[in-house]
């Protein structure tokens, strides 16, 4: 197993940025794909992104295209989201999640943290 620990969400004003991070502790963390998710108040958790194994690989969501980063250090069995240009309707509790699978399409993730939360301001 793998346990995920997230960190770095807050308060920022719209067109603000914030660097979350995902501390993974047990298993390789190298020989997991990772993914970041979000929720809003009052609606379904919704993907963000995902990074391959080696983090060679991105795949984002067209909401946060070009406006989020996701990234990994495999030797700090770390992974990280960048966001930039934040808008309000980003608002949400940020989750990252871990899994086996090679796909990093999926949607299937078999581990998750506990969230942070992230609120962007008007």
């Known amino acids: 197993q793998v346990q995920l620990v997230e960190s770095g969400g807050g308060l920022v004003q719209a067109g603000g940025s914030l660097r979350l991070s995902c501390a993974a502790s047990?298993?390789?963390?190298?020989?997991?794909?990772m993914g970041w998710f979000r929720q809003a108040p009052g609606k379904e958790r919704e993907f963000v992104a995902a990074?391959?194994?080696?983090?060679?690989?991105?795949y984002y969501a067209d909401s946060v295209k070009g406006r989020f980063t996701i990234s990994r250090d495999n030797a700090k069995s770390a992974g990280y989201l960048q966001m930039n240009m934040l808008k309000p309707e980003d608002t949400a509790v940020y989750y990252c999640a871990a899994d086996a699978g090679l796909e990093i399409v999926a949607r299937q993730y078999a581990y998750w943290g506990q969230g942070t939360q992230v609120t962007v301001s008007s």
């Open positions: 047990g298993r390789t963390f190298s020989r997991y794909r």
């Open positions: 990074i391959s194994r080696s983090g060679g690989s991105t």
